[in-house]
């Protein structure tokens, strides 16, 4: 029995702003610290304190609203979300239900195949981070922190568009991007400040939607892409074998590879949710949204496609170099009076690489955009050989220098004197008469034993297109 089920996809992302405080008080929002230290009466909820928004986390959530081009409501409300946990010392989350700040957007989204994709957004709302619950310290019993209750989120929910595990992990991907790209949240998944569920039903192409699970707080792309493979599985087993899904919340367990369910899916209804009476509604004027767009960056799409016009890029490494803002300005400031399709490959390349084998974020990158600029400028003046810079990037990496004070020390100035290298090659040759021989009658590829014969001989210094002509000439002269 073969049966054709559509995977459908929605995700809710939860990114924490990166204001300097938090959304109702002023206690920073500064992760790892001492528990409970970054805490006042208002996020410890005493009685008689009062909520008083946080004006930065508004801005942040009119950035991310025009940059998806959605609408702003100009009167949004606060309201409260009730239940009941231990690291929610209100007894409620300060949320947006009903009328969210930003409303229906789009993200256009970059797929592994090369395509693009529109995804819808809903809405994203401004609301209030719980505390943390801490298992470890403690036997038996369990400790709160509550330095992160009331950090502001910004939760950005999309449409149920994605179809596939890697639509869905290019949309989190171009999100991630974009937030970054807008420096309203630090996008640290592993400190959690960029996490997402993923709701996940299945249904026959055309039909009405099915019924969908909730897997909560995925933190890595992975993570995200394996929890809605293994739902996908689970799913169709049930729906094949005649079941039907429950509506719940599921939890992914990255060491078994597995979803479990966590409880029943609540209704919103469950919530009892109403407006708070401590905070005024959110009415945004058309003066303070203007001033919001003066202050975005140019925009990921945006950046891609010029880089690909300026520097002739293809649309491969022009994402590759736009995926983040410092990589992308890193990238600019090589590509000075150079080649951009030679900086892009060293950039992508040799200097990711090395970053990425060193375990070194490029903000710490001990090779300067100005070295490798001119490590650059000596190939294309020829100074060097693109092979010599390999080892002079090595170099600069590990030890440090300056790129050309390293070429003289070493001497590893390119040879492009014809006679020099005639030399070489006349000498090379003679001492091959068998392979020369060889080659004159009909044997090509022992051309590439003489260039590198004759490479050697110059410790890789030689201009290796001077050497491939000389040698032809020389060979075919016998
Ligand atoms: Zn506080």
Known sequence: ????????????????????????????????????????????????????????????????????????????????????????????????????????????????????????????????????????????????????????????????????????????????????????????????????????????????????????NLNSFRFLEKAIEYEIVRQRDILESGGRIVQETRLYDANRDETRSMRGKEEANDYRYFPDPDLLPLVLDEARIERVRATLPELPDAKRIRFMRQYALPVYDAGVLTAGRTLADYYEQVAVGVDGKLAANWVMGDLLGALNKAGVELEDCPVSAGKLRLLVQRIEDQTISGKIAKDIFEELFHRGGEVDAIIDSRGLRQITDVAAISAMVDAIVTAHPQQAADFRAGKDKLLGFFVGQVMKASQGKANPDQVNAILLERLQKG
Request: charged share 20%.
């Open 1 to 216: 029995m073969n049966m054709d089920w559509e995977v459908v996809i929605g995700l809710e992302v939860h990114a924490q702003l990166n204001t300097a405080t938090k959304i109702f008080c002023g206690c920073p929002t500064a992760f790892g610290a001492e528990p409970n230290s970054h805490t006042c009466p208002v996020c410890l909820a005493m009685p008689g304190t009062l909520p008083v928004l946080n004006a930065a986390a508004v801005d942040k959530a009119i950035a991310l609203g025009l940059a998806i081009g959605a609408e702003l409501n100009r009167h949004s409300i606060f309201a409260r979300k009730n239940y009941f946990y231990p690291d929610l010392p209100k007894g409620y989350q300060i949320s947006q239900y009903e009328l969210p700040v930003v409303g229906k957007g789009t993200l256009t989204v970059q797929l592994p195949d090369g395509g693009e994709k529109v995804v819808g957004v809903t809405r994203a709302h401004l609301e209030e981070d719980a505390g943390k619950s801490l298992h470890e310290a403690f036997i038996g019993q369990s400790g709160i922190d509550l330095n992160r209750a009331g950090t502001p989120l910004l939760e950005i929910v999309s449409e149920p568009d994605m179809r596939s595990p890697a639509e869905a992990v290019a949309y989190l991907k171009k999100l991630h991007t974009l937030v970054r790209y807008l420096d309203i949240c630090d996008g640290n998944m592993q400190e959690g400040s960029f996490r997402c569920d993923a709701n996940v039903s299945l249904r026959r192409p055309d039909a009405p939607y099915g019924t969908r699970a909730e897997i909560k």
